[in-house]
């Protein structure tokens, strides 16, 4: 199945580090909380579940 056929959950940059389970996902599909590098690509697939995140479009990441 590809990815672009699964719908993200959208990150704005405030939200950033990104991580997995998210606090909207219920607690009986937990699984260990992983934070997740958007990287250079704007956005990271949950290796536990494959939840995909995303950079929100037009939103601009600040470094450290």
């Not at 672009?4 to 991580?19: D, V």
């Amino acid at each position: 199945m590809s990815t672009t056929s699964l719908a993200a959950i959208e990150l704005e940059p405030a939200s950033l580090p990104a991580f997995c389970p998210n606090p909207a996902m219920p607690a009986w599909s937990s699984h260990p909380r992983v934070f997740l590098d958007i990287g250079d690509t704007g956005e990271a697939k949950c290796p536990y579940c494959g939840t995909l995140y995303r950079l929100k479009a037009g939103s601009v990441r600040h470094g450290h």
